[in-house]
């Protein structure tokens, strides 16, 4: 699998990385292991897991860890800062809570360190583009000040427990802002990991450019959107799927409107001209956008993530691509922080 460095670091990620969501909950120990395995022969590297819900899915990879995949062969992504899903999430940015969950963290994951903290959002108000406008940080939830979420994250690094930094569902202004404060605190911001997809393109707008005068490389989080772009969801609501679950349910249902159908409809189009799959297809256009180093996605199956590494080979045409451009270009204001 190729890698990539992310944004202007050393650090080098995977082109597709493997989200653990339904770790421990959705998936076993043994649909786990096979994933994990499968991930790492394929030639992954970037391992993205958060310090959310009891920490089932930490438990569950640190288990993993060593026994199926040599530790340093893998790139550890740590989400922190945020806890709880969809409505129910709440963000708390401060030293206390943040050094607090990153060793609560590491415990589960039975390791002395994590190569990639991300400050997850938003504890900023409560959108990234209101908080832009009234020129300050707006403190959400946590009310914790920028400087100290990110002060929490220099000493993290300084310690050894972090190899590098960067951030999570941050907007174009946040992360602008937080890039050049962390550079001149000299521990530099190297990431941002946000959902981007075709029936998400909110970072499109502003936060790619953003991120890439910054030196920050993106994380594409939910580049099939849920599930939504592989089609499984064009004719009924599958049993055992996403939408079907209460705890996952806010994944899918912001792509499950009218407008999303169209870009459903060309995916698949555009699958069966190339003889492709749409989750291929939905995976390689998320991949090879500009500036994004990984492209993460979960799986509840190792089925499932066996279909989604078949399709690694995939780079789209240029006619495809642009067509897939303009057909999902409504979808600028889905996912938005």
Do not use: C, N
């Not at 740590?78 to 969950?101: K, N, Y």
């Not at 202004?173 to 404060?181: G, I, K, N, Y």
């Amino acid at each position: 699998m190729e890698t990539r460095r992310v944004g202007r670091s050393g650090l080098r990620v995977s082109r597709l990385g493997l989200g653990t969501l339904t770790w421990g909950r959705d998936t076993d120990e043994h649909e786990a292991s096979e994933q994990l395995r499968d991930f790492a022969d394929a030639g992954g590297t970037l391992v993205s897991t958060a310090a959310s819900g009891s920490g089932e899915a930490e438990e569950l990879l640190g288990a993993l860890l060593d026994d199926v995949v040599p530790r340093r062969e893998l790139v550890l992504a740590l989400r922190v800062g945020s806890r709880g899903l969809g409505a129910a999430r709440r963000t708390d940015g401060s030293r206390r809570s943040l050094l607090a969950d990153l060793d609560d963290s590491l415990a589960r994951l039975r390791t002395d360190h994590v190569d990639l903290l991300l400050l997850g959002g938003t504890d900023r108000g409560p959108t990234a583009r209101s908080a832009a406008e009234r020129g300050d940080d707006g403190p959400g939830d946590g009310g914790a000040p920028v400087e100290e979420s990110l002060a929490a994250l220099a000493e993290a690094q300084r310690s050894g427990r972090a190899r590098y930094t960067g951030l999570a569902e941050h907007g174009a202004w946040q992360t602008a802002r937080a890039a050049a404060l962390a550079q001149a605190g000299g521990a530099p911001l190297v990431a941002v990991e946000v959902e981007h997809s075709l029936v998400a393109r909110w970072a499109d707008v502003d936060l790619r450019d953003a991120a890439a005068t910054s030196g920050v490389g993106l994380l594409a989080r939910s580049p099939l959107g849920g599930g939504v772009l592989t089609g499984k969801y064009r004719h009924a609501l599958p049993a055992d799927s996403r939408a079907a679950s209460p705890h996952l349910v806010h994944v899918v249902e912001p792509h499950l409107d009218p407008s999303a159908r169209g870009v459903v409809e060309a995916v698949r189009t555009a699958a069966d001209g190339l003889e492709r799959s749409p989750l291929e297809v939905a995976l390689a256009w998320a991949a090879d956008r500009p500036g994004v180093a990984s492209a993460v996605t979960g799986a509840r199956t190792a089925a499932q993530l066996r279909a989604a590494l078949a399709g690694e080979d995939l780079r789209l045409p240029a006619p495809i691509r642009a067509a897939l451009d303009e057909v999902s270009s409504a979808r600028t204001a889905v996912g938005r922080p």
